[in-house]
């Protein structure tokens, strides 16, 4: 009876295992067990290849501060809506006709840390992008600053809007800083305006999809 | 209905399984047969997924499938699950459905004679062509994977990426070979040492210096005469002798042949030390006969021949039981060896009872013996000696081969093998064949004439004033007397005449030494006055029963000295080699033994030494082993020698067969002949009294006397030591009769003093 059963039951599982096998998944689920993130990307998104990152990268070394910031990087992934937009231009500052996502985790700079006060509002918003020095020029708006916590991190929602070369793109940034203040976590989906009028519902769904998740692997410093 | 309890219910009955051709449906699976393979890859594949799903907490069950069956290990992992269940599926269609299974078949029989029509050579090779193929592809998808290439694109740029990593592989290389150098080195050194070579002019005994040795000498010559000049045997069909081994007793002469045959060959000699192939690990003895031979081999065909001799062959060793079917070989050497003498062997009987026979003999003789050299060192020189004749060398091999050539065959290599040994029966059968050892000779002990040129040349390198009779003599004496046995005899001569001052050796110095040498040194304890002459009194009735009964030995020496438990003896010199002996010399050799006893008896008005219990244990066991193992008795029945020995039924063991009791008919028997032999000895000393006392009296005075002077005692002559015509004298034979009378008085009051020894006439030597 115990042999049919289980049978039956390997018979079952292997044809799941089959039928699994064929099924198309609902979304992408990006992460980083090391970083201790993950998001939600929709199916129809795709992740730009991480040697044509590493590639592209390769200029960011020639700084001090970009070999420093490299160095400390933990994961990275750059998803985009579609293949149109290039990973040089995923990159840059460039506006773009399709979205972008940007992920990463890294551990912060000792100057970093130092810098580091008690207004983690303040010492967020410029960890990810130099807010505060552009935004009375340069045609930098800021159109959202919240700060948030959640789970033990301090995080902070900007949206930026940002006029260059008679566009205007917007910025979606989340970035968050864990409980130990040594990690930094951050998130930029930006494309022209239009573009993010188009896709803000899919935006909306990735920022909505992160979850944090301490990593066992990586000691707080 | 079976019953519950019934072991072999279920079971088919012989004869029943229906034959696989017969069938028409597939034979069904076992259930667990079924699963198992399946079971196995969704275990995997859920493990993955399991892991998956840890690692990611936003994964829904069905994406993280999906993600893990899109991972190589997912995809493989679906690939086997896929795979085995058609593979089940088309099992269980095939045991439903005969029509399946009956075109799956006809399928496979097409396959089958499709595959046969292709030889089995060329069926190999295009199997191995395919094995090549997948391994040239698996590897070079490994190797492709890491340089970012296609598994084509590396087999193309495979030369290429090869020369790239030479000088890696180079390293790689050197690397192991400074690893197996350094083995190499090590066994190297290991299997040195223990074989000399020796050239022809290197040695200088010759065959004139081996003495006594004439018929094997002979045969030798023989041998070398035909590796000398192969030619001679070889031209008519025949082939040298290959080798030879030479057994018998220590000190014969057998590694003084070999030497001999060294200085006499023109050939290359090699001496093999005795302990040459016993090493600390496993395997040294098969590098060194393996370097022997390819030494022997290289000798031979420089210069034409080469002898080698294996010193103590016996050391070889032997592979003990498992040779036992070849045992008939040893059982010829137990037979010549074993002093229990059979007429004519056991080659009269048939070879089953023959194997019985010498069964009994092994529990005995050759019982706990177990084997040895199990490391393959006698296994590698029984190859070598007649093994694979293979063509050698590198280029003879490989060179010729890769140029399309034939190798040659090896050439004659005109190798005689020359082995000693005294233990013949520790050397294993499989060596002893024709093809290995041709000839098997005895190096026994010298004939006299043998001994007497032995002597004389031993003797012609000192000064001395021995006669040729007195050589003659020596050499009578001496008739287990090896070439070694008689050199140190000499060599202690001389020692005895240096010691004494005098610068000549005489024949009495030989006679000291002989004694020394053959009897040991005397304790030098002196005996109280009344003992010494019972002991005398003991040892002269057994040398003058020994005197008048025995005619085929003569007596060596008596004396009174002790030498440890012994206080004195008489000890007999056969006067020729004898293979059997007669009932009545059974007898003879009994009344010698007795002749103690019924002394004692005769002259201490029946009172007797416990020294006679020794005698009388020889002659007990004499007589019994007579009877028991030679058919002496009253009764036909004979049992083999060592046999009786081995169950005690000497001293009145368990019966060796049912019925033979030695309590019984045996034993009354033994009891009776005893008798009848002690009257018979107390008749002869009866008869002889005053030579009894004779040489009593000599041996109290001297000790030590020859065989020659107890002759000249009771002959009434001149003796080398003793003037025998003084005892002959009216008023000698008075003093001699009162002074064993004053001795028997002693001995009867316990505490009286024996009077003093009575002194020879004028003129006698002391």
């Known amino acids: 009876m115990f042999i049919r059963t289980a049978t039956r039951s390997a018979i079952a599982i292997a044809a799941s295992v089959l039928l699994v096998a064929c099924s198309v998944p609902s979304a992408h689920h990006v992460g980083s067990s090391a970083g201790g993130v993950f998001f939600n990307v929709p199916q129809n998104w795709s992740k730009v290849d991480d040697r044509l990152v590493a590639k592209a990268q390769e200029g960011w070394s020639e700084s001090e501060a970009g070999a420093a910031i490299l160095d400390s990087t933990v994961w990275f992934e750059v998803w985009r809506y579609s293949d149109s937009v290039s990973v040089n231009q995923a990159l840059s500052n460039n506006v773009v006709e399709s979205p972008v996502v940007i992920a990463s985790v890294r551990n912060l700079l000792d100057l970093e840390k130092t810098q580091l006060t008690a207004d983690i509002k303040n010492d967020l918003q410029d960890l990810v992008l130099p807010v505060s020095d552009a935004v009375d020029g340069d045609g930098l708006e800021v159109k959202a600053n919240d700060r948030f916590s959640f789970s033990g991190y301090e995080g902070l929602q900007q949206t930026l809007s940002w006029d260059a070369d008679g566009k205007t793109q917007t910025f979606r940034i989340v970035s968050l800083l864990n409980p130990a203040r040594t990690r930094l976590i951050s998130f930029i989906a930006r494309c022209s305006d239009t573009c993010f009028t188009t896709h803000s519902a899919e935006i909306e769904t990735i920022i909505k999809s992160i979850t944090l998740k301490e990593p066992a692997n990586v000691s707080s410093p | ?517 053959q009897h040991g040194l005397p304790d030098g304890g002196a005996y109280v006055d009344r003992e010494r002459h019972s002991v005398a009194l003991h040892e002269a009735c057994h040398a003058v029963t020994m005197y008048r009964l025995q005619h085929n030995s003569v007596i060596d020496i008596a004396t009174i000295e002790r030498r440890g438990d012994v206080g004195g003896f008489v000890s007999p010199i056969p006067l020729d080699e004898r293979f059997v002996q007669w009932k009545s010399e059974v007898d003879v050799d009994a009344v010698t033994f007795i002749a103690s006893l019924a002394g004692e008896q005769l002259f201490y008005e029946g009172d007797h030494t416990q020294g006679v219990g020794g005698d009388m244990a020889a002659a007990t066991s004499l007589i019994t082993r007579g009877m028991l193992s030679h058919a002496m008795g009253p009764t036909l029945r004979a049992f083999n020698a060592s046999s009786v020995v081995n169950s005690g039924l000497v001293l009145g063991g368990t019966p060796l067969v049912q019925g033979v009791s030695p309590e019984g008919e045996i034993a009354e028997a033994v009891e009776k002949r005893l008798k009848e032999l002690y009257a018979r000895a107390k008749k002869v000393l009866a008869a002889n009294r005053h030579e009894v006392l004779s040489v009593t009296h000599a041996l109290e005075t001297h000790k030590t006397i020859s065989g020659e002077d107890v002759a000249a005692i009771i002959e009434g002559r001149k003796g080398p030591l003793v003037d025998g015509t003084m005892y002959a004298t009216r008023e000698m034979k008075k003093k001699l009769e009162n002074y064993h009378s004053a001795a028997l008085a002693a001995h009867k009051v316990r505490d009286g003093r024996p009077p003093a020894l009575p002194e020879l006439p004028t003129g006698v030597s002391k």
């Open chain 2, 1 to 517: 209905m079976s019953h519950p309890h019934d072991l072999t219910a279920g079971l088919q009955q012989p004869g029943s399984r229906i034959r696989d051709e017969d069938r028409t449906t597939r034979k069904p699976l076992e259930p667990f047969d079924r699963i198992k393979l399946l079971a196995l890859w969704v275990g995997l594949w859920l493990m993955q997924l399991w892991a998956t799903l840890i690692d990611n907490p936003l994964q829904t069950l069905g994406d993280a499938g999906y993600a893990v069956t899109h991972t190589g290990i997912g995809r493989f992992l679906v690939a086997l699950i896929a795979v085995e269940s058609i593979r089940q599926i088309h099992f269980l269609i095939a045991e439903w459905n005969t029509t399946y299974y009956r075109l799956w078949n006809v399928t496979f029989i097409r396959t089958d004679s499709l595959t046969r029509r292709f030889s089995p050579w060329t069926r190999f090779r295009l199997a191995r062509i395919a094995k090549w193929t997948f391994a040239i592809y698996a590897l070079a998808s490994i190797v492709g994977s890491f340089l970012n290439l296609t598994p084509f694109e590396t087999i193309v740029r495979g030369p290429q990426l090869a020369v790239q990593a030479l000088p890696f592989a180079l390293q790689i290389v050197f690397y192991m070979f400074i690893a197996i150098i350094q083995f190499v080195a090590i066994f190297w050194f290991l299997s040195r040492g223990g074989i000399d070579v020796y050239m022809p002019d290197d040695v200088k005994t010759r065959f004139s210096d081996v003495w006594g040795q004439d018929a094997v000498l002979e045969r030798i010559k023989e041998n070398i005469l035909f590796l000398e000049n192969p030619d001679a045997i070889e031209s008519r069909g025949g082939h040298v002798p290959g080798g030879i081994l030479l057994w018998g007793p220590p000190g014969t002469g057998k590694t003084l042949m070999a030497e001999a045959v060294a200085g006499e060959t023109g050939r290359p000699y090699v001496f093999v030390d005795p302990g040459a192939f016993v090493n600390m690990f496993f395997g040294i003895g098969v590098l060194k006969v393996k370097g022997l031979f390819r030494k022997l081999r290289k000798l031979s065909l420089r210069y034409g021949g080469v002898i080698v001799f294996f010193d103590e062959a016996d050391t070889l060793g032997s592979r003990g039981g498992q040779v036992s079917q070849l045992r008939k070989l040893n059982d010829e050497f137990s037979i010549s060896l074993n002093h229990d003498h059979m007429c004519n062997g056991r080659s009269y009987v048939s070879e089953s009872s023959s194997m019985v026979l010498a069964d009994e003999d092994r529990k005995v003789m050759m019982g706990g013996m177990g084997g040895r050299s199990m490391d393959g060192t006698l296994q590698a020189l029984l190859t070598e000696l007649s093994g694979l004749k293979k063509p050698r060398g590198f280029i003879n091999r490989v060179v010729r081969r890769v140029l399309g050539m034939r190798p040659k065959q090896p050439p004659k290599y005109r190798i005689l093998v020359m082995m000693a040994t005294n233990m013949p029966d520790s050397l294993d059968p499989a060596m002893l064949r024709p093809g290995r050892i041709d000839r098997i000779y005895r190096v026994g002990y010298p004939s006299k004439s043998g001994r007497i040129e032995t002597y004389e040349n031993y003797l012609a390198k000192i000064t001395h004033d021995l006669t040729a009779e007195q050589i003659e003599s020596l050499a009578t004496i001496s008739p287990y007397a090896t070439g070694a046995t008689i050199k140190d005899t000499v060599n202690e001569a001389l020692v005895i005449a240096i010691r004494d001052g005098r610068e000549v050796v005489s024949y009495a110095d030989v006679i000291k030494a002989k004694s020394l040498k």
